[in-house]
């Protein structure tokens, strides 16, 4: 009789996460219940005019002015709503000295001892909004929604705190950066010397950008600028953190301990990258305030992952060691090869949670852990809990949905320094899902009540048809509605879309719209040349053998049967997934993998033992969600516009 072969994510869980959103929303004006997207022209350059004139006015250097607001909000108002710390506008001035107070569960204290790092200290103070107004005269309200008032609280604080450190209000950029190190109020010395390290660096290589309400901001590089800034020598941590120098990061242990007569909880015990390697970096968001998820990972019952990552500052915390495997994707296979990172938001309300400081603590971790690890800087090995190929057919439908369509993949990437960009030209094979984000504002409901429309919010997303005109039916996915009901345009429904940094196939052309190959079908998404929601790229690809009507797909990549040590109770059945590839269609894979499983420990203390297989499989792009085919039933070809390999030969696919 065949065992459970892995722990899931209990019901509870999932349960715990809706309740928490609710009430979280509750406590925030969410930016999504706010659309004043209409009020801007898309050419309008008047923030451009704002930080001008408040430089100025204050004698504070303009790059200085819009190199921090940059870090802070990346120029956008977030539509005159607050983050979750209670920060305003451009400058993200606060106004709340705490997060929201949010109903939580009751769990296991944290233990004495595991939580903490040597390198925090008493927050400084914020960007207080309250102090910007004193300093300028203007009501309080007003620096709350009026960009202008907004920009001038922010150049009035600066400009106070030169004077407080006794430096001269300095034309030179260069000698601010103590100043700037200041200003968002960092918890630990270095979160405040990265953060100002990070202002100078866009001050060097300068940036432009349409804001979220359609301003034409740009800061022209000053490339030779170099602050005058100490000497340090990295943040200290504690002995377990596996952890960027540059970044303070801190350690709270996830238990391990025996939860069942022969389970043990909450992760297992494992020697990466020894016995298997690590393959993908997972990225997920919460659904809860982070205070609480901080009681669940110590709880040996419940989900897992390697890192949290607070909103309001990046602070990195992990919880188990990388050579381990959390319990964190909903799929054992996954879980085996990857890590997880935890960030602390809600996906139906990304401009209160989903911070410039979190996406750039995020991509520091991620970019020094696959340098470290070598997982590749691409779509199919970075990839959210939403791109998490299911196990199984009947384990579709409870798959997790984060970070989800207001997740800034193109962003993202530029900060991990692999930037999403055409490899190929337009009329290519393959092509990247690649809209722009601000811009690109696809109709979503749900984000306060179900049914009920999402503001315009810039979006990786894109969504896929039947046919090439804008009232077609939606794809419809029989995994996610196994009752053949029909996708919906709601945020959380993932049946008919992809999203940036993607590739596929191309299945067609009509005019406006290009059909890729998905989940077996032809799909058509509008992406017109003035406004293109995808560009060219190369790619391998994959497609039936000769003389095969079609080919299963799976969920998993597991070892051939005989792979097995004898006696084995614990071998999972193979489950294919309800997508098909039939003849003449493409799918497009980044590496070639060989079956594996991670059993059950056989002791308290000894690594879990890893079946290694013969068998190999191609990762692809199936659909939303990543998926493996069998090497043995299909052929790798190159796309056109590839360079060449030898004559005769298919291109060949990195093994992992």
């Known amino acids: 009789m065949k065992k459970r072969v892995a722990p899931r994510v209990s019901s509870a869980v999932r349960g715990h996460r809706r309740i928490i959103c609710v009430t979280a929303s509750a406590a925030l004006l969410v930016p999504l ?18 930080y001008k004139a408040a430089a100025n006015e204050y004698h504070v250097p303009r790059s200085v002015l819009m190199g921090v607001s940059y870090l802070q909000s990346r ?24 997060p929201p107070q949010t109903a939580q569960p009751k769990k296991a204290r944290p233990r004495a001892g595991t939580a903490g790092s040597s390198s925090s200290r008493t927050q400084a103070p914020a960007a207080d909004l309250r102090r910007a107004a004193r300093l300028t005269g203007l009501p309080a309200e007003e620096l709350r929604t009026d960009d202008a008032a907004n920009v001038r609280g922010g150049a009035a604080l600066l400009a106070a705190t030169q004077r407080q450190l ?14 700037v190190s200041t200003f968002p109020g960092a918890a630990d010395r270095a979160s405040a010397e990265t953060f100002a390290d990070d202002v100078f660096d866009v001050i060097r290589r300068g940036a432009h950008r349409i804001t979220d309400v359609g301003q034409r901001v740009t800061l022209a590089a000053s490339p030779r600028v170099r602050p005058h800034r100490p000497a340090t020598t990295g943040a200290p941590h504690p ?117 410039e400081t979190m996406y750039r603590s995020s991509a520091r971790l991620v970019k020094y852990l696959a340098k470290k690890y070598g997982v590749p800087l691409d ?80 979006s990786s997303a894109v969504r896929l048809r039947t046919d090439p005109y804008e009232n077609a039916p939606l794809i419809q996915d029989p995994g996610r509605h196994p009752d053949g009901a029909d996708s919906t345009v709601d ?8 999203s940036a940094g993607q590739t596929f196939a191309v299945a067609g052309r009509s005019g406006d719209w290009t059909a890729i190959w998905f989940q077996g079908h032809k799909a058509w998404f509008r992406n017109p040349k003035s406004h293109p929601t995808a560009v060219g790229a190369r790619g391998r690809m994959v497609t ?105 030969q298919a291109a060949p696919v990195p093994q992992r």
């Open 544 to 648: 039936p053998k000769e003389g095969l009507r079609e080919v299963e797909v799976f969920g998993r990549a597991l070892p051939e049967e005989d792979a097995y040590p004898e006696g084995t109770d614990e071998q999972p059945e193979e489950s294919p997934l309800p997508y098909t590839i039939r003849a003449g269609q493409r799918y497009v894979t980044q590496s070639r993998v060989l079956g594996s499983y991670l059993q059950k420990p056989s002791s308290d203390d000894s690594p879990s033992p890893v079946v290694q297989g013969q068998e190999e499989y191609y990762e692809i792009q199936i659909g939303h969600r990543l998926a493996y085919v069998r090497a043995s039933d299909v052929d790798v070809i190159k796309s056109a516009s590839a360079a060449a390999g030898p004559p005769g």
């Open 33 to 50: 219940l706010i659309d004043r997207s209409g009020d801007v022209a898309p050419s309008d350059q008047r923030l451009q005019d704002d």
């Open 379 to 458: 779509r199919q090995h970075i990839f959210g809990h939403d791109n998490v190929p299911a196990p199984t057919a009947d384990s579709i439908p409870d798959m997790h949905d984060d970070p989800g369509p207001f997740w800034d993949w193109r962003h993202y990437f530029d900060l991990l320094g692999a930037p999403l960009k055409a490899t190929a030209g337009p009329d290519s094979d393959v092509v990247m899902i690649l809209p722009d984000y601000p811009t690109h504002n696809p109709l979503f409901t749900g984000c306060t009540k179900s049914g009920v429309k999402c503001a315009p919010h810039g």
């Open 239 to 355: 002995k377990e953190v596996d952890c960027p120098p540059e970044l303070a990061c801190s350690w709270l242990s996830a238990p391990y301990v025996r939860i069942d007569d022969d389970e043990y909880g909450n992760h297992q015990l494992a020697d990466r990258p020894k016995d298997q390697r690590i393959d993908y970096i997972v990225i997920h968001d919460t659904e809860a305030p982070l205070a609480s998820m901080l009681q669940t990972i110590q709880d040996p019952e419940e989900a897992s992952w390697h890192y949290s990552i607070r909103s309001r500052d990046g602070h990195i915390t992990q919880h188990i060691k990388i050579k381990d495997a959390a319990w964190h994707s909903g799929s054992q296979f996954v879980n085996a090869r990857s890590i997880g990172i935890e960030h602390e938001g809600f996906l139906r309300h990304p401009d209160a949670w989903y911070t």
């Open 75 to 98: 120029w956008d108002s977030h539509q005159g709503a607050p983050s979750v710390v209670g920060g305003y506008g451009p400058m993200h001035l606060v106004d709340a000295p705490q």
């Open 166 to 179: 006794g430096k001269p209000l300095s034309p030179n950029p260069a000698d601010w950066w103590e100043t």
């Open 491 to 498: 945020v959380n429904d993932l049946g008919s879309r992809v």
